[in-house]
């Protein structure tokens, strides 16, 4: 993997301001609009309300920045750049596996200033285990969604990747309780959010601030999500690069 094209894909997809809005800023807005408005006291599936909440909209922003790869990946095949790649030594899984590693540390910034705003303005206290453990399990959860970036990018042309990657991120976030707490919807919502994998996200990190600990269940099904979705990815790869 060259380090060196890895950091100009960060610093062009950085330069994507909607990126940095609906990545960075949206998950805040979220946040301070339906989580500082609730009662310090209240308490949702055995933990603080407003933790839950604040877990919920960083795990919302880490998917979208994870999921913006997409529209890189759009950009290089518009560009020739699969031609290029087919010339060069660069194997199917190095160049996917360089995009996975982007969308992970496109992740961190959002997860980062959710968390801090949760910290400050929503005064969740939690323990420092707590914070390294709901940290970790949220950002290794931008997996799936890194992985579902790529398929669009694969898919889409550049001029529809950015609605579609857009919609896709809201639907996924809406129909997965990310916007509302699963055990509020009707039964038929919550099958619905069971085959989503921003729902077993949402549980592996929520679970890491229950007094039951991690949520091994929901873990493995996050890993399942994306081993099936990055054979997709990759599969998808090497189709288009054999057309070019």
């Keep these: 993997m ?15 301001r909607r990126v940095v809005i609906f990545a960075i800023l ?16 209240a308490s949702q599936s055995g933990i603080s309300a407003i933790a839950y909440v604040m877990v919920s909209m960083a795990i919302f922003g880490s998917m979208s920045a994870a999921m913006s790869s997409g529209g890189i990946i759009a950009a290089e095949r518009d560009g020739g750049w699969n031609r290029t790649l087919r010339l060069t030594p660069l194997k199917p899984q190095a160049y996917v596996i360089s995009k996975v590693i982007l969308s992970l540390l496109l992740a961190i910034p959002p997860l980062v200033v959710v968390f801090l705003f949760g910290m400050t303005a929503g005064h969740v206290h939690l323990s420092a285990s707590q914070w390294i453990s709901v940290g970790l399990v949220s950002w290794l959860g931008a997996l799936p969604f890194a992985a579902i970036g790529l ?35 009707p039964s038929v919502m919550k099958h619905i959010a069971q085959l989503t994998p921003a729902y077993w996200t949402g549980q592996s990190s ?10 091994l269940n929901a873990v493995y099904v996050v890993l399942g ?3 099936v979705l990055g054979c997709i990815a990759l599969r998808r790869f090497r189709a288009d690069t054999a057309r070019a």
């Design 2 to 16: 060259n380090l060196d094209y890895l950091k100009f894909d960060i610093r062009r997809t950085l330069r994507n």
């Design 26 to 41: 949206m998950p805040v807005i979220l946040f301070a609009i339906f989580g500082l408005t609730i009662p310090k006291d």
């Design 151 to 185: 398929v669009i990018g694969y898919v889409a042309k550049p001029d529809s990747v950015q609605p579609i990657t857009g919609l896709s991120t809201m639907l996924i976030a809406a129909f997965g309780g990310l916007w509302l707490p699963v055990d509020s919807m």
């Design 206 to 215: 929520r679970s890491a601030l229950s007094q039951n600990g991690l949520d």
């Design 225 to 227: 999500w994306t081993v």
